[in-house]
């Protein structure tokens, strides 16, 4: 290979790592920004509690399937979230375990026919049931449907309330977390979905199925995702809010206008990604309509989510991630520099086209291209070394910028120890984590060309999560 | 060019990549140290904190119980916010002669100036802080900035004003919001209800006044916030608005209002109304006041095209007095239709009637 084809190449990634990482700090700096602005606003929350009282009625609509460990808990803690007007209800998505059964004899549930209208697309239900305990939980046995949109999609057509929260089965909600998450709709009428930081939980002391006491996962590949978590939270989404360009409400914890849902179509079973795939669509009906809208994103951790804690697990996470991403994108491509689009289409689709879709195939090229240049004698081993080390720093630079904001917003690490295994984690993602991650998403990647299909996936639980 | 010994001759794009590391690492540093000062100067803050308010706690709580205060307190500078937040919390909780020895305490430290400065301030926290510390401080004096700060554009700032309003003249106050409630539909409906509750009684006939005058669209808006008042009057306006209004959504909105202590007019035209809401609301009315006679009207809403109406059409049909288990057993085996079916099951089972 000649020296000028190399110099070339060498320019191009050198490009690509500047573009990157500029967007991303570009991201940090408009987080900084909306974090302050939100820090100060949540003043009023401090204040007098009927200040903080005005609420709007939420239905908390929770899909399960295969949940018999840990329904239970989760359901009687979200029964007792710190909110005057909400509704439970969880959808059986035809689990083969006992969790309709378990469901039935903790909450003393009775059968009962509900007329209710089927207005987004789910398979049949068998059977729909109230608590004789809790008046405000209903549970919704239905046909397996294969997946979680599914079984999110029945709970939209039985739910009430203006605002539906679709939680996860394993999550574990702040007390507060629908008082926070409800804010963007009643600061902004015109917000049609909002979703909240996502924290990890491996490590997490719980009681009773919510939080007691925050601490770092011991298990090194949960905590080598907590540093990816406060990245993809914190500036990830934090960054493109007063873009008005938010692409991703998190599956785990996320609050829609209901006439939102049910215009939109609800969630589409065929999606990889059902919650990125939802928000895309949204954006692209609203734009198609030229009708004026707002995704909020708030930084309060409002929801803690299990991470798995095995390659085979956290491959398979990630694979299917990189396989909704794909398909997200294609399924809406509409808004791919579209001259309607405003934001969304001319920064965060080609965004996240360029460097979340395409970036593990250019990073996986520039490795192999710099090693393998330098096995073969083209490039010289400390220039090859060089732009190593420049990916590492980088990397490094964009997580400790992450564990910034973590601090200036709502620190929840507090001991000095816990900064410092952050700090480490940082450092360490750089040596066959992000390698990995790169080639699960590669994985993800083809997955998405070759057209594969999706199903419920079980992920192996941590100790933390789901006992009582 | 760079003059790494490792790196030295190497490309410009090399140089570049190096300079792009080194930058990087620095950055890293500096944000590291950052980071590192963050959480130092959040320690600091929380000590001092902390120890602020177990000082006015203390404070406060001897000027509730009527102990002696101890002279000469003075309130410092960094210590304003935070006694400002512990003493507005504590006014919300209080009345009587504790509420008036919090106020005498706030005067002696100096709080109406401070908070009369402050309601002017940028941070909308503060600005709401301090009008709400107005309204606790009951001043007359203070009445025309707080009306002022009801036109605030911010919603919250503008409903927290009016409810200092409210505390400081209620007679005054609710002569000046009724006008306003109709245009300020930003304001949250339950603290437009808690503003009317707290004005008592001086609102009652300026608020019927405006809505028998006011158009259409605000009619409606207002009639919402009726049922303040006494059945007979709500009835009684409900009843002239049933017969004077065409609008579906006045007319929806009297139909929510009436009680049925008074005779609704034009029942059977309304429950076959265009506007399905229309529809609704007189069949929930019909389940509030029904007879046994209404029975055929409400098994025929149970084939509305609507779902509501058919929901409310079958809890108003499962409440009628006089109709039985049977009744309901003869209505459900007459029904052809399965979505009248389910709306009757639904309500039946609700009612524990099966």
């Given at each position: 290979m000649s020296s000028q084809v190399i110099q070339v190449i060498e320019w191009t990634f050198l490009a690509y790592f500047a573009a990157i990482n500029a967007a991303y700090l570009a991201q940090c700096l408009l987080a900084v920004f909306r974090v302050r602005r939100y820090l100060k606003s949540a003043a009023i929350d401090d204040m007098d509690p009927a200040y903080s009282s005005v609420h709007l009625p939420i239905s908390l609509v929770v899909p399960a399937y295969n949940e018999s460990r840990s329904i239970v808990t989760s359901i009687k803690a979200l029964l007792q979230l710190e909110y005057p007007d909400f509704e439970v209800v969880v959808v059986n998505d035809g689990s083969t375990d006992d969790t309709l059964e378990k469901l039935i004899a903790a909450f003393q549930l009775y059968r009962y026919p509900e007329a209710y209208r089927k207005q987004v697309p789910c398979r049949p239900v068998r059977a729909t049931y109230r608590s004789a305990r809790y008046r405000n939980l209903r549970v919704v046995s239905k046909e397996n449907g294969g997946n979680k949109a599914d079984a999110a999609n029945a709970g939209i057509n039985v739910c009430r309330n203006p605002l539906v929260a679709i939680v996860d089965a394993d999550g574990v909600l702040q007390r507060n977390s629908l008082t926070r998450a409800v804010r963007p709709f009643l600061e902004n009428p015109e917000t049609v979905a909002a979703g909240g930081a996502v924290r990890i939980a491996n490590g997490c002391k719980l009681r009773e199925g919510f939080l007691e006491e925050v601490a770092l996962p011991r298990n090194p590949l949960a905590l080598l995702q907590v540093i990816e978590y406060l990245r993809s939270f914190l500036f990830g989404r934090m960054g493109w809010e007063p873009l008005g360009a938010v692409l991703i409400v998190s599956g785990a914890f996320g609050v829609f206008r209901r006439t939102t849902l049910i215009e939109v179509g609800g969630f589409n079973p065929q999606a990889v990604g059902e919650d990125m795939e939802l928000i895309v669509r949204i954006h692209r009906m609203m734009k198609q309509q030229r009708r004026r809208y707002h995704i909020g994103f708030i930084p309060d951790p409002v929801c803690w989510t299990d991470a798995p804690e095995s390659l085979k697990d956290l491959g398979s996470q990630r694979t299917r991630w990189h396989h909704g991403l794909g398909q997200a994108l294609m399924l809406n491509k509409w808004l791919l520099l579209n001259p309607r689009g405003g934001t969304v289409s001319w920064l965060a689709i080609p965004f996240y086209v360029l460097f979340e879709l395409l970036g593990p195939v250019i990073e996986a090229v520039g490795f192999i291209f710099f090693l393998t240049g330098a096995v073969f004698g083209q490039i010289a081993w400390a220039d090859a070394g060089v732009f190593l080390l420049l990916a590492l720093s980088l990397g490094m630079m964009l997580s400790i910028c992450a564990i910034m904001l973590e601090e200036f917003s709502?620190?929840?690490?507090?001991?000095s120890r816990d900064l410092a295994l952050l700090y480490a984690a940082a450092l360490l993602e750089n040596f066959g984590y992000r390698q990995l991650t790169v080639w699960w998403r590669l994985k993800g990647l083809f997955r998405w060309l070759t057209g594969r299909r999706h199903k419920w996936e079980t992920i192996t639980r941590s100790a933390s999560v789901g006992t009582s | 060019m760079l003059d790494f010994p490792f790196a030295s001759g190497s490309s410009a794009s090399v140089s570049a990549a190096l300079w792009m590391t080194v930058a990087s690492i620095a950055a890293s540093l500096l944000l590291l140290l950052y980071t590192l000062e963050l959480r130092l100067r959040r320690r600091l803050r929380e000590r001092r904190r902390a120890s602020v308010i177990a000082h006015w706690r203390a404070v406060i709580a001897d000027a509730i119980t009527g102990a002696a205060v101890p002279e000469k307190q003075k309130l410092r500078r960094g210590e304003r916010q935070e006694f400002l937040r512990l003493w507005v919390y504590t006014c919300s909780m209080v009345q009587g002669a504790a509420a008036e020895r919090l106020i005498a305490l706030a005067r002696s430290l100096g709080l109406p100036e401070l908070v009369r400065r402050q309601t002017s301030n940028a941070h909308v926290g503060v600005r709401l802080m301090a009008i709400q510390a107005r309204g606790f401080l009951r001043d007359p004096a203070d009445f025309a900035e707080l009306a002022a700060a009801t036109d605030d554009p911010n919603a919250l700032v503008s409903v927290v004003a009016a409810e200092a309003l409210v505390a400081v003249d209620p007679d005054r106050a609710a002569a000046r919001l009724i006008p306003k409630i109709a245009t300020r539909r930003d304001w949250p409906r339950t603290h437009v209800f808690k503003l009317l509750q707290r004005a008592g009684t001086a609102v009652g006939e300026p608020l019927y006044r405006h809505i028998r005058s006011a158009s259409d669209e605000d009619a409606a808006y207002l009639l919402q916030f009726a049922e303040i008042a006494e059945f007979d009057v709500r009835d009684a306006l409900a009843v002239e608005l049933l017969r004077s209004r065409h609008s579906p959504e006045v007319l929806a909105a009297a139909l929510k209002a009436a009680t049925g202590h008074a005779p609704v007019p034009r029942i059977d035209e309304l429950l076959e109304h265009p506007a399905w809401y229309v529809r609704m609301q007189a069949a929930k009315l019909l389940g509030r006041i029904g007879r046994t006679e209404d029975t055929g009207r409400l098994e025929k809403l149970l084939g509305d095209k609507e779902w509501w109406v058919r929901y409310r059409a079958a809890r108003a049909l499962v409440r009628l007095p006089g109709v039985t288990v049977a009744d309901l057993e003869q209505i459900r085996l007459r029904l052809q239709d399965h979505f009248a079916r389910d709306s009757l099951d639904q309500a039946i089972a609700e009612a524990g009637t099966r």
């Open positions: 709502f620190p929840m690490y507090r001991k | -």
